[in-house]
């Protein structure tokens, strides 16, 4: 059975920082892409961050240069360090699973329809 767990979130004031881990388990861990997401009330499941099977990434845009997606095969744990928080981040993010298979550069997506398995998420802060 697979199964994603997240774990770190809280809250914190703009300017903090934030690692949210993700422990995957019941595949083979480094042959799929690995997303984050998040999704604040009221608003649309939106991709933070990608990685792919070699440890290529893709980022949307609003967290360049602040959050970094990276994966630990030997624990099957996904990571997304979170830097320079803004109120605007505040929401809950989930980790997922894309198509099985080896996940190039080229398949990474940041689109929900993309993933098939989800944890149930944790929740972010970020006050001003």
């Known amino acids: 059975e697979v199964q994603l767990v997240e774990s770190g979130g809280g809250s914190v004031q703009a300017g903090g920082s934030l690692r949210l881990s993700c422990e995957v388990s019941?595949?083979?861990?480094?042959?799929?892409?690995m997303g984050w997401f998040r999704q604040a009330p009221g608003k649309k499941r939106e991709g933070v961050a990608a990685?792919?099977?070699?440890?290529?990434?893709r980022y949307t845009d609003s967290v360049k240069g602040r959050f970094t997606i990276s994966k630990d095969n030997v624990k099957n744990t996904l990571y997304l360090q979170m830097n320079g928080l803004k109120p605007e981040d505040t929401a809950m993010y989930y980790c997922?699973?894309?198509?099985?298979?080896?996940?190039?550069?080229?398949?990474?997506?940041?689109?929900?329809?993309?993933?098939?398995?989800w944890g149930q998420g944790t929740q972010v802060t970020v006050s001003s």
């Open positions: 019941g595949y083979t861990y480094s042959h799929y892409c």
């Open positions: 997922a699973r894309g198509p099985a298979g080896w996940c190039p550069f080229s398949a990474l997506s940041l689109s929900k329809d993309e993933y098939n398995y």
């Open positions: 990685i792919g099977s070699e440890g290529s990434t």
